[in-house]
């Protein structure tokens, strides 16, 4: 695929306007008589309240027993679940110079409004580290961000000493990851691994034909996102080159081969970002008028909306229903296999993307999970505990603990007995800041 910048163009100037000046959290909030579901592992805590202080959790308490202060922001939380907020670790966001100013703000909003508090944004622009910095100063509504500079792809030089200068400059300027994209030549990649590790700094994304799935291991992926690479090692030496991850090698794949493919993952420590969404929203059965009326799609642009049209009615054309039908078949098996196998799984979507409006395409990717074969607690896992286990900030992020940044969604239905819960937002908390159903809708009405 060739490289993807943020595909949406959203909103209206009224919404720059909107989330330029924002409003200090309140000091202390209190969130009073919430079933909690803390995902430091699979549990209820009912009639809690939770307590958050400057920005941070400062007590989990039974809602009998707590005390909360004056001065405090009370929500009622009344029939009501509580989570750590969502991430979405394949995430792509505008640049926010000129033209596009506005639109980088605009999409970080559509993330927050549904609930995501941390995202991985995949593929760079120097841009980002204002926008990056503003967030974590709380002058836009934003999530936390890290950061994957420029790709690296078919374009980018090739020769060791630019491949290691590339590599070099983007450590410098303060990237946490290397992206890679399809098209990297052999000779480059192993130039690239071999920096990065000079460098320390890790590298995700594509796994280019010329490396393939068992170097990609090798070399130790930090992730390999949209399961990349794992078709072509199922398929028999020999086959023409994947198309779109693999469907066109679905019918000569050998599935025996999956467990030892899962092994090798877990062996590697390399973590996968599925996003089966973007799969399944081109190669699945829904005629391209049902995807079209997706409520979401008022947020994107009609002109990205119309190609989307076009390239699900050349897949459609290019492949039977039954053979794109095996396609996600096999690859929700794969994600199955991946997850039981301990292989980490974080939630990704690639959003925007073709039918992947930022944060909404989120919800559909966890029920996508489900629909593979994980629990909703484990497919809840994937976009909150688990990341920060990836990441390395669980005493940060990822639970409902004390201590823990005050990044919360709050649903009107529990999300355990039916995943698609975590859709039903009654409200969002982003560093202690909170916002109401009606701020989130007003807010979206403002950027449409």
Do not use: C
Not at 36 to 58: C, N
Not at 122 to 149: C, K, N, W
Not at 158 to 180: N, S
Not at 221 to 227: A, C, E, Q, V
Request: hydrophobic content about 45%.
């Amino acid at each position: 695929m060739a490289a993807k910048g943020a595909a949406v163009t959203l909103g209206m100037a009224g919404l720059v306007a909107t989330l330029a000046a924002q409003p200090p959290p309140a000091a202390i909030v209190a969130i009073e008589h919430v079933t909690v579901i803390p995902m430091d592992r699979e549990r209820v805590l009912a009639d809690r309240t939770v307590l958050v202080r400057d920005g941070r959790i400062s007590d989990v308490v039974s809602a009998a027993a707590g005390a909360v202060p004056a001065s405090a922001q009370r929500i009622d939380g009344r029939g009501h679940f509580l989570i750590p907020a969502l991430a979405e670790m394949h995430a792509h966001v505008p640049g926010a110079s000129g033209a596009t100013a506005g639109s980088a703000e605009r999409v970080l909003f559509l993330y927050v409004a549904n609930g995501i508090g941390t995202i991985r944004s995949m593929l760079g622009d120097p841009s980002h580290f204002a926008l990056r910095d503003r967030a974590r100063r709380g002058e836009i509504v934003a999530p936390t961000m890290y950061l994957a500079g420029p790709s690296f792809n078919a374009k980018t030089p090739t020769t060791p000493d630019a491949v290691a200068a590339r590599v070099a400059e983007q450590k410098a300027a303060g990237y946490e990851l290397l992206k890679i994209h399809p098209g990297v030549s052999r000779g480059a990649f192993e130039a690239l691994v071999g920096a990065a590790r000079r460098d320390g700094i890790r590298f995700a994304g594509h796994v280019p034909a010329e490396v393939g799935l068992e170097r990609a291991l090798e070399a130790k992926y930090w992730t390999i996102d949209h399961l990349d690479g794992y078709l072509d090692a199922l398929a028999p030496p020999g086959s023409p080159p994947a198309q779109m991850f693999g469907v066109n090698l679905v019918a000569s794949a050998d599935e025996s081969r999956i467990p030892a493919l899962v092994a090798k993952t877990k062996a590697a420590g390399t973590w996968v970002v599925p996003t089966q969404s973007l799969v399944e929203n081109g190669y699945g059965a829904e005629e391209p008028d049902v995807l079209r009326a997706r409520p979401e799609m008022r947020y994107a642009n009609p002109a990205d909306v119309a190609q989307w049209v076009e390239a699900k009615r050349k897949n459609a054309a290019a492949f039977p229903l039954e053979q794109r039908q095996r396609y996600i078949g096999l690859r929700r098996r794969l994600i199955k296999a991946l997850h039981a196998g301990g292989v980490g799984v974080l939630l990704g979507s690639d959003a925007p993307q073709t039918w992947n409006v930022p944060g909404f395409s989120i919800h559909r990717e966890l029920a996508m999970y489900v629909a593979a074969g994980l629990t909703p607690y484990e497919a809840l896992a994937t976009g909150t505990r688990a990341v920060a286990a990836h990441l390395g900030t669980l005493r940060e992020s990822g639970t409902i603990e004390q201590g823990r940044r005050a990044d919360l969604v709050l649903l009107t239905g529990n999300p355990l007995q039916d995943i698609g819960h975590t859709a039903h937002i009654a409200g969002v908390m982003i560093g202690g800041r909170w916002l109401s159903r009606s701020e989130i809708d007003r807010r979206l009405d403002a950027g449409r």
